[in-house]
């Protein structure tokens, strides 16, 4: 997994974090918390925090990212509670894809093509009743287009 980290080759923060001076915010920030955002079109509130797969601070893969809270990041750090989000051996979808699927405005089927998933793990996300803690942390599921008719 640390053969694919894309390490960061500017400025690093006192914790060795990759960082990035973001216009915006006037201050220095994670640089992966600015690419995350970009990425998803969604911005983290404090509560969310970014956590490395990889446990390498310079690394701005996003694949290697996922969105936790800081208790999270705390439990990660004692080792690990092994029926929360991912880390449960039943699941197949990463935090990352389950936050993926509650932004996605697809309808449950065709998401669940894309990430091979049956329609019912999706809405079970979206329901936040599978990976809930996603939601617990106020990201919110895109609403779907309601279908009349069909097409
Ligand atoms: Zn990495």
């Not at 039943?90 to 089927?109: G, H, N, V, W």
Request: aromatic content about 6%; some cysteine; glycine content about 4%.
């Amino acid at each position: 997994m640390r053969d694919d980290c894309i390490n960061w080759k500017y400025s690093l923060d006192r914790n060795g974090y990759a960082q990035l001076r973001c216009k915006r915010r006037k201050k220095s920030t994670r640089a992966v918390r600015v690419l995350w955002e970009a990425k998803y079109g969604v911005e983290l509130t404090a509560e969310q925090h970014l956590l490395h797969s990889c446990d390498n601070p310079r690394c701005i893969n996003l694949d290697h990212i996922r969105v936790g809270t800081h208790q999270d990041n705390m439990a990660d750090r004692r080792e690990r509670n092994p029926f929360h989000g991912e880390r449960n051996p039943m699941a197949k979808l990463t935090d990352l894809q389950a936050s993926e699927i509650l932004l996605d405005s697809r309808t449950s089927p065709h998401a669940a093509e894309d990430y091979n998933v049956t329609p019912q793990a999706i809405r079970l996300i979206r329901q936040g009743r599978n990976f809930s803690h996603l939601k617990e942390q106020g990201m919110q599921p895109t609403r779907v287009q309601a279908r009349r008719g069909r097409a």
